[in-house]
């Protein structure tokens, strides 16, 4: 198993921009697709999350519509680390974050909160 750590939220204005990191214990060489995910404020942890992005090792990516031209995602293998650059923030984003594998999950981290607001 991998386990991950969320970093890089907080509070940023409408408009405003952060970097999230995904940091994992292991190798996430071979982790074929990583992805971003968030939960939304009144819904539990075990309720289902949005899957916001992904990228595979060759690096191809997904975007939900939601984020598509404000988000980008990019992996260092060699780092183990998952980012999740995000512009034009909007308070709808506005969720805690989590990195996962996206096809074998593994133990979800904490997570990261952003929120968006004026």
């Known amino acids: 198993q991998v386990q991950l750590v969320e970093s890089g939220g907080g509070l940023v204005q409408p408009g405003g921009s952060l970097r999230l990191s995904c940091a994992a214990s292991g190798s996430i060489f071979e982790i074929y697709v990583m992805g971003w995910y968030r939960q939304a404020p009144g819904k539990a942890p075990g309720q289902q999350r949005e899957?916001?992005?992904?990228?595979?090792?060759?690096?191809?990516?997904y975007y939900a519509d939601s984020v598509k031209g404000r988000f980008t995602i990019s992996r260092d293998n060699a780092k183990n680390t998952v980012y999740l650059r995000m512009n034009s923030l909007k308070p709808e984003d506005t969720a805690v974050y989590y990195c996962?594998?996206?096809?074998?999950?593994?133990?979800w981290g904490q997570g990261t909160q952003v929120t968006v607001s004026s």
């Open positions: 899957l916001v992005a992904s990228i595979t090792n060759g690096g191809s990516t």
């Open positions: 996962n594998d996206r096809i074998n999950a593994q133990p």
